[in-house]
């Protein structure tokens, strides 16, 4: 079983719509999670830490369950630039040094 | 502010030769690391450093060395490139908090697209 899970999509959205998609993981001592935004051909880039309380950054929003292992990420009133893959990121403690990377889930944002 | 720079951006290698990516970073980070990115696989850690003169193996680390001689500098080798080491490779660097890296960000160089025939 992959440490990091994600529907790959993609998710084909109109602008102003919602979109949410989850990711799961396997250890279940995980400590820190994080969404990364690559965008095509590029380098991915942080777009926010998951907080255990769940956290709002503008349109997105990030939500942690820890019974059933996984982390969500909503964004509200989509935008063409919102068109990437988002990468679901776990640290766990055991592996204090490695980021385990799900493989994305696209994201096609249509006028 | 160059943060973390990686070249080549791209290189075609024959089966057999070898070659050195190149990785450095200006912000004094402890951490460095390289993944290989394929389709439907993610980021795969190939090798990691927590510091000068130290490194470890990441979960795919055959076929590749590293080095850190310098907190800036963190080449990856290619000793005898195969077919199956086609991919897009990024480099990535991280402040250390202590001994953890578990809440800080990743910042990764612009990626290799490396092909191998």
């Known amino acids: 079983r992959k440490e990091v899970e994600q529907d790959p999509g993609p998710f084909n959205v109109p602008e102003g719509a919602t979109v949410a998609f989850n990711c799961t993981y396997s250890n279940s001592a995980s400590q820190s999670f994080f969404w990364y935004r690559q965008d095509c051909r590029k380098e991915p880039k942080l777009l926010m830490s998951v907080y255990s309380s769940g956290n709002e950054d503008g349109r997105f929003t990030a939500q942690l369950n820890r019974a059933s292992q996984y982390i969500s990420l909503l964004i509200r009133d989509s935008k063409l630039s919102d068109s990437a893959t988002y990468l679901c990121v776990v640290i766990a403690p055991l592996n204090d040094y490695k980021l385990s990377f799900g493989a994305g889930t696209t994201v096609t944002v249509r006028a | 502010n160059a943060g973390v720079t990686q070249t080549p951006k791209f290189q075609v290698l024959k089966t057999g030769q070898s070659m050195t990516l190149q990785c450095a970073q200006d912000?004094?980070?402890?951490?460095m690391s390289w993944y290989r990115q394929d389709p439907g696989m993610g980021l795969r850690l190939i090798h990691y450093s927590v510091g000068a003169g130290i490194t470890d193996q990441g979960e795919v680390p055959n076929g590749y060395n590293v080095s850190r001689s310098t907190t800036e500098d963190f080449p990856l080798r290619l000793l005898s490139a195969a077919p199956s080491q086609t991919s897009v490779y990024f480099c990535?660097?991280?402040?250390?908090?202590?001994?953890?890296?578990?809440?800080?960000?990743?910042?990764f160089g612009q990626g290799t697209r490396l092909t191998v025939v």
């Open positions: 990535a660097s991280s402040s250390l908090q202590g001994t953890q890296i578990m809440n800080t960000e990743a910042f």
């Open positions: 912000m004094n980070h402890e951490y």
